[in-house]
C-alpha cells in the first residue's frame, strides 16, 4: 500500500470515528432531554450534561433569554452567596463552571418556601431547578436580568 492510500484510509478513519462520536453525544443530550421531560417538573435537565454542554446552554440562555422564560431548568453548580454592601441584601447563586473550572457563569435563584434547609454550605456543589423568568431592573426598565423562581435544591443532587 503506497503512503498515499495509507494517508487516505488514515483520514477516512478519521472521519468516520468523529462523526460516531458527534452521533453519540446528540444521542446523549437527546437521552437526557427525554430524561427531563419524563420527569413532569423539569423542562430542560442540564444536571446531567457534561460540564461543557451545560456551560455552553447557559450561555445561551444568557443571550437568548426569552426562548427558556416559563421553562423549568434543572442545574448544577457551586452554591454562592452575594451581599450587596450598600443595602445588606443577600443574592443566591447557582455558578456554573466551564470543564476546566476556569470561565464561570452565575444562575441567580430565589428558593421555593422550604427549601432554605436544604442548602449546602457555600462553595460546595449542588442541584437546584427552578422557572425561568426575566425580570427589569429597578433603575431602567429595558434592562432585565435572569432568575430562577421557586426554585428546589435537590438533595444529593437527584
Do not use: W
Not at 457534561?50 to 446552554?57: G, R
Not at 436544604?118 to 427552578?130: E, Y
Amino acid at each position: 500500500m503506497t503512503n498515499n492510500k495509507k494517508t487516505k484510509l488514515i483520514i477516512i478513519i478519521i472521519t468516520l470515528l468523529a462523526f460516531v462520536s458527534v452521533c453519540i453525544g446528540v444521542t446523549l443530550h437527546i437521552v437526557a432531554h427525554n430524561k427531563a421531560k419524563t420527569d413532569g417538573h423539569v423542562d430542560l435537565d442540564l444536571s446531567t450534561m457534561s460540564a461543557t454542554a451545560i456551560y455552553s446552554e447557559v450561555s445561551n440562555m444568557m443571550t437568548s433569554p426569552k426562548k427558556y422564560v416559563g421553562k423549568t431548568v434543572k442545574v448544577k453548580g457551586y452554591y454562592v452567596v452575594s451581599v450587596d454592601p450598600s443595602t445588606g441584601e443577600r443574592s443566591t447563586y447557582c455558578l456554573i463552571p466551564d470543564a476546566t473550572e476556569c470561565c464561570q457563569q452565575g444562575l441567580l435563584f430565589k428558593l421555593k418556601k422550604g427549601e432554605a434547609s436544604k442548602l449546602p454550605a457555600v462553595d460546595k456543589k449542588f442541584v437546584i431547578s427552578g422557572k425561568f423568568t426575566l425580570k427589569a431592573l429597578p433603575e431602567d426598565k429595558n434592562a432585565t436580568y435572569v432568575v430562577l423562581e421557586n426554585a428546589k435544591v435537590y438533595k444529593d443532587g437527584k
